[in-house]
């Protein structure tokens, strides 16, 4: 018999914690060398100069080898939101739409070296298990249970693919369905399926199997065909030989070991494919386990659906309400300030890194007779994710204007005043009352520097340490546990600005 809800919710966060704790006590242990040293390298996320090559420049998103596995799954976790978001009638509906084609895809996977589970999340990823799904109402484009092109369909998958006739028999079903014909619409969906193979389940995925079968061998791995299947294998190709680092490379390392500085040929390969492409391998992962929830623990689903979907972000996944304390008085902000919990904007540290401090964060302070700097904290995993992405964007960008943070703890009561003047502002649960969350105002020097803040926040979402959205002029920031591992960094770095090194 499993534990309740409520504690099996606890022993999964206390189980987190523990890992949260030994990843950074790792992190820890490889730089705890350089600690001591009276010149400490200079904190450079994207450079791609991993703790101990350098005794110059540091960066903590370093693609690491030996953390592999660790880096894939923390990338589905981090890219999972849509998958809960934007499927038909959410992600509890779209897993039993997709389960209900499960013996049918082991069947045909059955004599290949294709994962079941691999497929199975194609099917929820591509159509949220509707069989009918159509992205393109001339069906020319994706079309079916695995959303197949009729000329990917026609000239690599040999299938037989016709929109003209699929699109006229459509209109017909739409007919018999408004006059109520449930047995014409069955003999025209039937045929249907016959004149437009990808309308037919069955030969949509045994379609999609000879396309991961003809991937793994033009590309030599499972991981480049399946990443290949939106972006397309001669894409994945180019973004290989761009990288230059053998034959044998990962797509985890064709994206962790890329950015705008650092192989930035192989970079640009895979922004030029957007994000629907370059992080479709994530989302993958992120499918996977929605279906293993559904198979193994349905409540587990429920609750991280609605986790999900309670704010435009994965915020509430990191911090779901009630798993971390809320100020709710400016005597509770003082006492976190003096044991530590709480850390004050250092301002020296902050403009070394390229961060300003808007004048106005915490405007509404003097209507309760207190001082601004109260409201200008964060937490110090927040605090040290704030650094990173200033250095990261300084770095990146070399633009000498700096970004401006807008907006940082805060206590109940000033939330309470902010939704009076902002209707932006959430009456409900708000993690700026937990000193995790930040905003940063979206207004940049050049497109270059733009460029660089959307990386360094996509690539610390990759890493399952943040969750954003943009919102009316500025992104919206959530700090999670796994941002502990920047800790020693951020201590190494405020000794170095305050040496002035």
Known sequence: MSPPRGQRASLRRALFALLAVAFAFAAFLVLADRLSDDDPPRLSPGTGVAAGESDDVVDPLAWDADREDELVDAASRGFAHPLYTLVPNGAVASAERTARYRELIEETVEGTDIDPDDLEALVYLESAGRPTAAADPQFVGAVGLTQILAETGTNLLDMRTDPRQARSITRSIRRAQRRGDTEAVRLLEARRRTVDERFDPAKALAGTVRYLEFAREELGREDLALASYHAGVGNIQNVVK??????????????????????????????????????????????????????????????????????????????????????????????????????????????????????????????????????????????????????????????????????????????????????????????????????????????????????????????????????????????????????????????????GA
């Open 242 to 499: 761009a990288y230059r680092q053998g034959d044998d490379v990962s797509y985890a390392q064709l994206y962790f070991d890329t950015s705008p500085v650092h192989n930035e040929a192989a970079y640009e390969r895979l922004a030029d494919l957007g994000d629907d492409s370059s992080t479709y391998l994530w989302r993958i992962g992120a499918a996977k386990e929605i279906m293993r929830m559904h198979r193994e623990d349905p409540d587990a689903l429920r609750e991280q659906a609605a986790l999900q979907t309670a704010k435009n972000s994965s915020e509430e996944v990191l911090w779901p309400e009630g798993s971390t304390p809320q100020y709710t008085s400016a005597a509770q902000l003082r006492d976190s300030y003096e044991d530590g919990t709480l850390r004050r904007l250092p301002a020296d540290l902050l403009a070394a890194e390229g961060v300003r401090i808007d004048p106005q964060m915490g405007e509404l302070a003097p209507r309760r007779d207190l001082s601004r700097r109260l409201f200008r904290g964060l937490r110090p995993e927040a605090l040290a994710v704030l650094v990173t992405i200033g250095a990261g964007v300084q770095e990146i960008s070399g633009a000498k204007k700096p970004i401006s943070v807008t907006s940082t703890v805060r206590d109940q009561r000033y939330q309470d005043l902010l939704t009076g003047v902002n209707a932006q502002a959430t009456r409900e649960y708000s993690l700026h009352t937990t000193g995790y969350a930040f905003d940063i105002l979206r207004s940049f020097s050049g497109t270059r520097q733009e460029d660089a803040f959307w990386f360094m926040l996509r690539r610390l979402q990759a890493l399952d340490m943040i969750a954003w959205l943009p919102e009316f002029g500025a992104a919206h920031i959530t700090v999670g546990e796994r941002a502990e591992a920047l800790l020693p960094l951020l201590d190494e770095e405020s000794e170095r600005v305050a040496d």
